[in-house]
């Protein structure tokens, strides 16, 4: 992420359980852009929390999530998407989720269907999220062309924030400091763009 975006504008998320894993190597990055989980809420809590982090500081800014235990084998061309992306996150008015070219019907990774590509429209919408099928199901994806899910997104914060209210409001709920109702609505598998 070095080469794409500036050390002083990069926040980095761990859990207190790995640090003797990143002490060393992040010794010299300032308190204020590590966010330290006391333990493992999982990954849509400590997204939800960077986030409000950067609302404070310009809720209208861009930010991407780029998750750490991925092997990039074409970094080059990583680079190249991951620079699109932020380029056209300043007017697409959703999240931009990558997407990579599947190659095996993978049961480990999850699978982005995506909606055929309406006319003007310069990216696809997401008809549905698969996590984890089966064998058969992933060789189904992987007929039909379906992409593995990189987890990597970029969009304006406000956004981000608002499909986390959209898609988990009892989170979101409570990360405003609000005992959230035992009604909210479900997650949703709509709203991301490839």
Sequence with gaps: MAQILPPDRTLLVMTKAHEPYYAAALA?????LMVVQPGNR???????WSLLRLSRLDPHDIAGSFPSDHYIADEEMFTEKVTSAFVAAETVSGVILLGAAATVPETEYGWIEAEPMETGSRLPGVRRFWEKPSRAVA???????????????????????ELIRSAAPRLRDLSNGRRAG?????????????
Excluded at 28 to 32: E, L, N
Excluded at 149 to 161: C, K
Aim: overall charge positive; charged content about 20%; aromatic content about 6%.
């Design 28 to 32: 010299a990055v300032p308190p204020r």
């Design 42 to 48: 999982g990954t849509l809590p400590a997204i939800l």
């Design 139 to 161: 060789q189904m994806l992987l007929d039909r062309g379906c992409l593995w899910n990189t987890f990597v997104m970029v969009g304006r914060v406000d956004t981000f924030l």
């Design 182 to 194: 035992r009604n909210g609505a479900g997650p949703r598998s709509d709203g991301g763009r490839l």
